[in-house]
């Protein structure tokens, strides 16, 4: 899943940069992914494509494992926190049902 944002070149691991907005501190980075593991929603405000701000949901699998995402992508112009309120339960619901059918339980 991560692979496309790295790259391997002779220096190592390096993380791919595509917009001025993308997070490239560790730490934050880092905190991010843990609570996206947890079950939290997932932004991408402009840091792929300065266009689009996107909410994603993990998905997970029997293991209690990130298995896939579900993302919803909005054009910045039309991203509002009224849509926000609206996208993020529809979201969640989708998320966990199709983390039911491939084997989630909650614990």
Same mark, same amino acid.
């Given at each position: ?6 790259? +391997? ?9 595509? /917009?001025?907005?993308?997070? %490239?501190?560790?730490?934050? =980075?880092? #905190? ?10 997932a ?10 701000i ?5 998905? +997970? ?9 579900? /993302?919803?992508?909005?054009? %910045?112009?039309?991203f509002? =926190?009224? #849509? ?24």
């Open positions: 899943m991560l692979n496309q944002f790295f790259s +391997f070149s002779s220096s190592g691991w390096q993380l791919l940069i595509y /917009t001025n907005l993308f997070i %490239v501190d560790k730490k934050i =980075l880092t #905190k991010q992914l843990k609570l996206i593991s947890a079950g939290a929603i932004y991408s405000r402009r840091e792929n494509d300065e266009h689009i996107a909410m994603a949901a993990p998905i +997970f699998d029997l293991h209690h494992s990130v298995a896939a995402s579900i /993302t919803v992508p909005v054009p %910045v112009v039309r509002r =926190l009224e #849509k926000e309120k609206i996208i993020e339960p529809a979201l969640r619901k989708a998320a966990d049902s199709l983390s039911r059918q491939i084997g989630f339980q909650r614990s």
